[in-house]
């Protein structure tokens, strides 16, 4: 036991860390290790800010935001979508206040510099004669899209994608990428370190007793052994089926410890739903039209994740994203956004409540356990527990996280 508010050292906490253990109290309490997970993760990796349908018309913006962290992504005049950091240039006030909005100029409301939809700065009052505006603009935020959906980086020189896009390029165009829309977003406040919550999407060890709902449609919630008998005849049915082979695409993972360096991880796989479910929903049956060039339901569902906060669950049907983003040490914000086919009329393709029913009950069950998980961790007797073999992918994770911080200076 510690003396309260003693943390150890980062590099000691990494030194110390044990192989097929879950992590020691200080990574979910020490402000070092929180600072490092900044500059580390938060500031280097590629994050979904959300998506283009959020921004129908010239002058839409919605704020993305973290820790204390917050960027403005705005759709300009010339059509295209920027991102900026939403600090004014003169004081660096927050210039946008309002979560979203629709503005003609981004206009700070300190002392009124107004910027123009491109981030470059149109009017400084009262400024002296040698006060240059051109180099004044706000600060550009990397931004890139997959399909519609907007990722950014508050790096640098940013992780590359090239691999990820040139991999995954047949999955985009088969789902429809570039042809769906924000049919929901929800954010669910947690209690809870935002570690705890990534690393509670990183295994199915507790969607069994924790989520009914879910393991009545998902195979991954059995044993490892049933899992993996029940996905080689699902594959081996999709062979069989000429018109289904499409969805079978090749399994991906350079995810977290196996990237290349300068690359951004990425994972993709397709994975069977039980047996008869078509879809995640209250009866198993579909609840939206098809997406992309899907010609029909094949009994499965796609896992794709793009860097470390970054989550979606492709069904034939609807799409759905989920990002964890760290409030502060210890509370973090989860995002769900459910999408369909751009196209798709609600009251009359689908139905908002039946869409989201499976997933806003799935993740009210999450942050309850999540938040039971910090409350035991903060205890003075908690201790690093030993992970199960269903908790593979959350060792993957915790390899991936330590030597992520491990090079923090
Ligand atoms: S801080 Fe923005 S105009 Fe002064
Ligand atoms: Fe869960």
Redesign the pocket.
Same mark, same amino acid.
Do not use: D, K, M, T
């Given at each position: 036991m510690q003396p309260p508010n003693h943390h150890r050292p980062l590099k000691q906490l990494l030194a110390d860390y044990k192989h097929g253990y879950s992590l020691e109290q200080d990574f979910y309490k020490s402000p070092e290790v929180y600072r490092a997970e900044m500059q580390q993760i938060f500031l280097k990796h590629w994050v979904l800010a959300g998506h283009t349908s959020q921004l129908p018309n010239a002058g839409d913006y919605f704020l993305f935001e973290f820790d204390v962290e917050s960027v403005i992504v705005v759709r300009t005049k010339d059509g295209s979508v920027k991102a900026h950091m939403n600090v004014?240039?003169?004081?660096?006030?927050r210039?946008c206040l309002e979560k979203q909005g629709t503005a003609q100029a981004l206009v700070?409301?300190?002392? $009124?510099?107004t910027y123009d939809l491109d981030g470059s700065l149109m009017g $400084?009052r009262q400024m002296a004669d040698d006060f240059d505006k051109s180099v004044n603009g706000l600060h550009p935020v990397h931004l890139k899209m997959v399909g519609g959906l907007i990722f950014i980086s508050l790096a640098e020189n940013p992780l590359s994608l090239d691999t990820m896009f040139a991999d995954l390029e047949n999955v985009f165009d088969l789902f429809g990428f570039d042809n769906m829309k924000v049919a929901h977003h929800q954010s669910y406040a947690i209690d809870a370190n935002w570690k705890l919550a990534v690393e509670n999407y990183q295994e199915c060890y507790h969607c069994a007793p924790s989520h009914p709902e879910f393991a009545k449609i998902h195979a991954m919630a059995g044993s490892p052994a049933k899992f993996q008998a029940c996905k080689e005849s699902y594959l081996a049915s999709l062979d069989a089926a000429a018109a289904s082979t499409k969805t079978k695409t090749r399994e991906s993972n350079a995810y977290f410890d196996l990237a290349e360096a300068g690359d951004e991880g990425y994972q993709y796989g397709r994975n069977p739903l039980l047996q008869g479910a078509l879809s995640g929903s209250h009866n198993q049956g579909p609840v939206a039209p098809l997406l992309g060039k899907l010609e029909g339901y094949d009994g499965g569902a796609s896992e794709f994740m793009l860097g470390p906060m970054s989550y979606f669950l492709i069904y034939d049907d609807h799409m759905l994203a989920y990002r964890f983003t760290p409030t502060s040490i210890d509370t973090c914000k989860g995002d769900l956004y459910w999408f369909v086919r751009s196209d798709a009329v609600e009251g009359k393709d689908y139905d908002k409540e039946k869409l989201t029913w499976l997933w806003d009950v799935t993740i009210k069950a999450d942050e309850e356990i999540i938040v039971n998980n910090q409350k035991g961790v903060n205890s003075h007797f908690y201790a690093p527990g030993r992970l199960s073999d269903m908790e593979y992918f959350e060792q993957h994770f915790l390899n991936w996280y330590l030597q992520a911080i491990g090079s923090y200076k």
């Open positions: 004014c240039r003169h004081r660096g006030s210039v700070c409301p300190y002392h $009124a510099w $400084a």
